[in-house]
């Protein structure tokens, strides 16, 4: 069990993009206040979701953390995109709570003080909807980073078609029920996975398609 005591809760006051690394996203030096805010730390992050004012939880030298291996590594002050980074603002998983996508930084209720430790379980009424962007963040190179696998990618980019079709399946459902109230939003998610399918096989008959055109042509060239 993760011991949530060591992190600290903090208030992101000031953020500059510090460069870009050789692999991943845009890094961030931010200022943060974790309890002393006439000295703030500088944590240095690939989180997209951190923004002035964003009160998240922080992992500061010398503490634990897991990293995407599920191991103990110590956290000490490195230099990050050409910056010196104080430690780490940490993700769900670092916290050991249940949810959040790697490499996004959870985000607490103003009801957890600055300086105070991070709830052990995920807090209700938190900023979720700028904790938990679509999508999977990568943490900074230099820090943790886990690449997906094929299998993993290919699972992520099946939730993402159900996903688009669930919502274009809950527009249309308010239209065909005025017509038949018997239509359920199951049926209107079949009906879209099926049309969003085919257009997918369509596309890929005619990529295939054009490619031995592509070959005849050198052939009788």
Known sequence: MVDVSQFKVGVVLDVEDCGNPKKGKPLKSCKVNVGDEENP??????????????????????????NAEGEEEAIQKTT??????????????MLGWSGGAVGIAVQVPESFSIGSAPPATKPRGGNQAAEEPQGQAPQAEGL???????????????????ARAAKKAAKKLKKKNKVDPQWTAKDEIERTTHMIENQTALKTDQQQAGGLMLGDTMMYS
């Open 80 to 93: 990050v995109g050409g910056s010196m980074s104080e430690g780490m603002l940490c993700d769900a998983k």
């Open 144 to 162: 943790f980073e886990k690449k997906l696998t094929k299998e993993e990618k290919k699972k992520l980019a099946e939730e993402r078609r159900k």
């Open 41 to 66: 730390v500088t944590i240095v992050t690939s989180a997209s979701n951190v923004r002035n004012g964003s009160r998240v939880v922080v992992a500061l030298a010398g503490s634990t953390v897991y």
